[in-house]
């Protein structure tokens, strides 16, 4: 390209001056950048900061009360209010006759791929020694429990490992769930105890745990997904509770609910996070968020019979569309508060967490409930959008407006999920069931005959660029697929159920 431009320079020196000289040069231009703007160099290389905001099509949120919000700067703007970036904008689609569409997975194959994906993140798991000490020399002398981890691809994982069990009844993997929680459970009230006991030294030898982020709780991360999970396994065997995972999502419902930084309006963010860009502030909200944070709090008004908390997730949700659901139904990666501005590409996953996020809250909620009718609108958009940029293989990409990126495992199984749960709730119309099966059936493709998952795009910040997503790493089996094509093949088999 750089070649093109000092070429067509020299060339248009040598020309006398003119009036068709003149039309000469500016036809030139006009070619220079029209093959600069389709080579896709101006996607590439624009400065996320240097492209305006979308106007929102979203509906004002009703207002209802939220647990108590963490001072912030200012409350976020109802709506952006300058044009979509031409960076931003849907690309045309290949021409659908170009490739036949694959056809939609059957039962046999689904079941097969979430049990395979179940068994392979099946661990040994044994518990430790929690006895009572008189110092933390003996606390690193006692035996620490095994098989067991806490971050919230695993949180993610397990859950689809309970919902697994509906469609395949496999007694192991039950167990399993089961018995972690529990261990988990233990070992945090022993770790507690010895917080309590010798105080900062103890909490130093508490975070030097496989329950680190358990004892810091500095974030959703590190906590709303195994919460979401545990407070999910309580509710089907409530014979088996213990109070010790009681008293761990106890906690975490407290922190969530009491603790964890909000906008005036009720809406979590990340008061300390920017983006990956180093031009990108401080003070961001993530569609991530909503699983992290509202999931949780949906599961939690579940188990405790109080409508508040489902109905502080689905406000979360439509604060969050104000901000970052296009006019195509599809989310940006985020939003900067200070700078009132979207992030400026639609990646995959964060738009999965969104719709995972929909429809685990629309599922809570009372049919009478005033905010359902919003969140509802805000879930079909999103799947009327997702169905335009699905590939014909079933599969959708790394940033979803863009065909030519690669394709994303994570964020085609969230996308089955939602668009399953939406058809067997009767949402949409039932002919949307076989969009579902197509994605499983390009999932079918990913993975492994030992349950092993391709093509994830590991954890992944709010980029500046595209090739920020397009050069994330999507290689080996990246435990962030896992729990979602567990949950997509379940939720699409629950279907053939009825």
């Not at 944070?293 to 949906?298: E, I």
């Not at 604060?319 to 990666?333: P, S």
Request: aromatic residues 8%; negative net charge; charged residues 20%.
């Amino acid at each position: 390209m750089t070649l093109t431009l000092l070429v067509l320079n020299q060339s248009m020196k040598k020309l006398p001056v003119s009036i068709p000289t003149i039309v000469i040069k500016l036809s030139l231009c006009t070619v220079v950048l029209t093959l600069v703007s389709g080579c896709g160099w101006f996607h590439r290389h624009t400065p996320w900061h240097k492209k305006s905001a979308p106007t929102s099509t979203q509906p004002s949120a009703t207002a209802t009360a939220a647990p108590a919000a963490t001072a912030a700067p200012a409350a976020a703007p109802a709506s952006p209010a300058t044009p979509t970036p031409a960076a931003a904008a849907t690309p045309a689609n290949p021409p659908a006759a170009s490739v036949e569409p694959v056809a939609p997975a059957t039962d046999d194959e689904i079941r097969s791929v979430v049990s395979r994906v179940a068994k392979h993140i099946i661990k040994p798991l044994a518990d430790g020694e929690y006895p009572a000490i008189t110092n933390i020399a003996d606390a690193k002398a006692a035996k620490a429990p095994e098989g067991i981890n806490w971050n919230y691809p695993w949180g993610v994982a397990l859950y689809g490992m309970e919902r697994s069990t509906d469609v395949t009844g496999d007694k192991d993997v039950d167990n399993f769930v089961i018995q972690h929680d529990q261990i988990c459970g233990r070992y945090y009230h022993w770790l507690a105890g010895l917080i309590t006991q010798f105080g900062d030294e103890g909490k130093t030898f508490a975070r030097s745990s496989r329950i680190r982020p358990l004892i810091s709780l500095g974030n959703l991360d590190s906590c709303g997904a195994m919460g979401n999970q545990i407070v999910e396994s309580l509710i089907r065997h409530p014979d088996q509770a213990t109070a010790e995972e009681k008293e761990v999502v106890e906690r975490i419902a407290d922190y969530i609910a009491t603790k964890q930084a909000r906008l005036p309006d009720g809406t979590l963010w990340r008061p300390t996070s920017a983006g990956d860009d180093k031009t990108m502030k401080v003070g961001t909200v993530w569609p991530d968020d909503l699983y992290m944070g509202a999931v949780f709090l949906t599961r939690w008004g579940v188990y405790t019979h109080d409508a508040r908390f489902i109905d502080d997730a689905a406000t979360n949700i439509i604060n969050q569309a104000k901000l970052t659901q296009d006019a195509d139904g599809l989310w940006f990666h985020g939003y900067f508060i200070n700078e009132s501005q979207h992030a400026p590409y639609k990646w995959g996953r964060g738009n999965g967490w969104v719709t995972v996020t929909l429809v685990e809250t629309l599922s809570a909620m009372d049919e009478n409930d005033p905010l359902r009718p919003q969140v509802l609108d805000i879930l079909r958009k999103q799947i009327d959008g997702l169905k335009k940029v699905q590939s014909p293989d079933g599969m959708w990409h790394q940033v979803l407006d863009h065909p030519e990126v690669w394709e994303e495992t994570s964020c085609t199984a969230m996308f089955a999920y939602g668009i399953a749960r939406a058809v067997n709730k009767g949402w949409i119309d039932a002919s949307n069931m076989d969009v579902a099966r197509r994605a499983l059936a390009g999932i079918a493709k990913k993975v492994g005959p030992d349950g092993s998952v391709a093509d994830t795009c590991h954890g992944t910040n709010i980029g500046g660029t595209l090739d920020f997503y397009i050069n994330r790493p999507h290689d080996g089996d990246d435990p962030h697929g896992h729990g979602p094509v567990m949950l997509a093949g379940t939720e699409v088999l629950a279907g053939s159920k009825k």
